[in-house]
Structures are given as structure tokens and as C-alpha cells.
């Protein structure tokens, strides 16, 4: 029933962190050299997991739309936000307008001189612009896609359910090893946008986005790092980023954008020399101060099936 073979790391991945939960929760004596490594290797995985919600929203991983449908409410109780809400912020507003005033995630919202500062805030800053965005689609598409509204009502109380009924067996457990994991997985697949796009430019055909090319980084968020080549063709199934990406990106992208390394791409940009800059060295040049501009979803019979992880 897989789409594409690769996806068994895939499942693999998203049992592995329901069985680090499990551990977590089932385990009364663990000492604190066993449990805080199983607590991090769970965050970890909710965040692997998160980025695994976002290929799915562009490329469905079974062939099957039922399928499908059970595996993003699965993936909705990891990542800890209904899967079929992505569509809005991310295929529907940062794709269609990236780092534009209808991108809700454009980094330009943080504007401090700490670029530490930035990356930090960048999360809180944004959330609520993502949240109004989502509220505003959902309540669109109970009118005009019903289905897709169904799909992310049954992911929204599954989460709803499955969380409450935590809470009431252990609320401490519930909060340290459910609540906190999906909170860093948020907070992660969020964050690594104002990596991927701060100080690149958005109206060239390949410095608009910065890439994270690392093998180990690749191999461990589904070839997440390749995000020019991802921003050109969305539906280009995670496995085939890298081939595409040495094909069709990286014999013209600036060579700052294509970083070996995203632990010392953060220590540059975060630590020493902690500035913030354009891809090429020069001075930053951020947008105007502007209000989130509304984008409107296309029209019913122009949108795709955006509940079965079709690119919207």
C-alpha cells in the first residue's frame, strides 16, 4: 500500500516514538541515566514525526485514501496538532507566498538585533498568526469541503480525547511525556523556517530558500534540508530531494545557501558571529513592517483534495 518504499523508515519512525512513550509511561524505576536520554530520543522523535506531517500534506505515503485518512490522525496524536490543519499555514500560505505579507511564517515578524533573540521568538511571535489562519480555513472549508472538515474534526478529537484521557490516568506523566514532546515538535518544525529563509531572497528563482545538505542530517528529517528544491516541487516525494536538488539547484544557488552543516550554519548565525545577514555577507534587508494580508483559499471546484496529503 506505500507509495514509494522509502516510506517503511516512515512507519518505522512513527512507531518509534509511540514505543519511547510507552516506556516512558510504563516504567516506574528508571534511573535518571536511562529516562532522560529516553525523554530526549521522544521529543526528538515527535519532532521527526512533525516533519514527517509536513511530507505528508505534499505527498500522501499510501496509496490508499483510507488509509491515508488513519495515518494522519496517527501522525495528528505525535506531532499533537490535527495533521490536515497544516494545509493552511504552510501549502496554502508560506508555498504561495513565501516571505510575503500572506506568508503567516515570514521571518521577517522578528526584527531584533540579537539574532539569538530572533530564532527564539520566532515560534511565539508567530503562533498566533498561524492559529487565526487555521481557525479561518477550517471554518471555510466546513462549507466548502466538507470532507477535508471531517477529516479534521476526527483528527482534532481524537488528539482531544486521547490527551484528556491521559490527564485523568496521571496528569504529571501526561504533561512531561505527552504535552512537552509535541510543544518541542512545534516549536521545531516552526523554527527551522527562519533557518531555511531568514536573509535569502524570496524573488530569485534558487537563492530564496537556504539548504541544509549534511547526510546524517538527511538521512535522520527525511531529506528535510533540501528546501530549494522542495519549494520548487512540492509534491517530489522526500526520498528524491537530494538527486534533484545536485540536478536542478545546486549548480546555480548561491554557494552560502547550500550549508553542510545546521549545527554550524546556528553557531554562525546564532553564537559568533550571532549576526544577522543577507546570504551573501551583506547587511540584512528586511521587509517593511506589514499586517498578515488574508489569502483566500481558491475557489471549491479549483481545490485539490487537501485531506489525503495532496500539495494544495
Not at 100 to 110: A, G, I
Not at 188 to 212: A, K, M, P, V, W
Not at 216 to 236: D, E, R, S, V
Not at 306 to 312: F, H, N, P, R, T
Request: charged residues 15%; contains cysteine; positive net charge.
Amino acid at each position: 500500500m506505500l507509495r514509494e518504499s522509502a516510506d517503511i523508515r516512515t512507519l518505522a519512525f512513527v512507531a518509534t516514538y509511540f514505543v519511547l512513550v510507552a516506556v516512558l509511561w510504563l516504567s516506574e524505576s528508571l534511573s535518571l541515566g536511562v529516562a532522560v536520554p529516553l525523554f530526549l530520543a521522544t521529543c526528538a522523535f515527535s519532532w521527526f514525526c512533525a516533519v514527517i506531517t509536513h511530507n505528508t500534506i505534499h505527498c500522501a505515503v499510501f496509496s490508499n485514501r483510507t488509509a491515508n485518512r488513519v495515518f494522519q490522525v496517527v501522525l495528528t496524536l505525535t506531532y499533537g496538532h490535527p495533521v490536515s490543519s497544516y494545509v493552511s499555514g504552510h501549502n496554502l500560505s508560506h508555498h504561495r507566498y513565501t516571505q510575503k505579507d500572506r506568508d503567516v511564517m515570514r521571518t521577517s515578524k522578528v526584527r531584533g538585533s540579537n539574532n539569538l533573540l530572533n530564532v527564539l521568538l520566532f515560534f511565539p511571535t508567530i503562533s498566533g498568526a498561524i492559529m487565526k489562519s487555521d481557525v479561518a480555513f477550517a471554518r471555510q472549508m466546513r462549507l466548502q469541503r466538507p470532507r477535508w472538515f471531517r477529516q479534521f474534526t476526527i483528527e482534532a478529537g481524537v488528539l482531544i480525547a486521547v490527551t484528556l484521557t491521559l490527564f485523568i490516568i496521571d496528569w504529571q506523566k501526561a504533561l512531561l511525556y505527552w504535552v512537552v514532546p509535541h510543544i518541542w515538535a512545534a516549536w521545531g518544525i516552526i523554527t527551522i523556517n527562519y533557518l531555511q529563509h531568514d536573509g535569502c531572497d524570496e524573488d530569485s528563482e534558487y537563492n530564496h530558500s537556504r539548504n541544509f545538505v549534511g547526510r546524517i542530517f538527511g538521512w535522520w528529517t527525511f531529506n528535510n534540508g533540501f528546501h530549494t528544491i522542495h519549494h520548487m516541487h512540492p509534491k517530489l516525494h522526500w526520498s528524491k530531494l537530494r538527486e534533484a536538488h545536485e540536478r536542478e539547484v545546486a549548480p546555480h544557488i548561491h554557494p552560502n545557501l547550500d550549508c553542510p552543516s545546521i549545527a554550524g550554519y546556528a553557531f554562525r548565525a546564532f553564537i559568533r558571529p550571532g549576526k544577522r545577514v543577507q546570504y551573501d555577507g551583506s547587511p540584512i534587508q528586511l521587509a517593511p513592517v506589514m499586517d498578515d494580508r488574508t489569502w483566500v483559499p481558491p475557489r471549491r471546484d479549483a481545490m485539490p483534495d487537501v485531506s489525503l496529503g495532496a500539495e494544495a
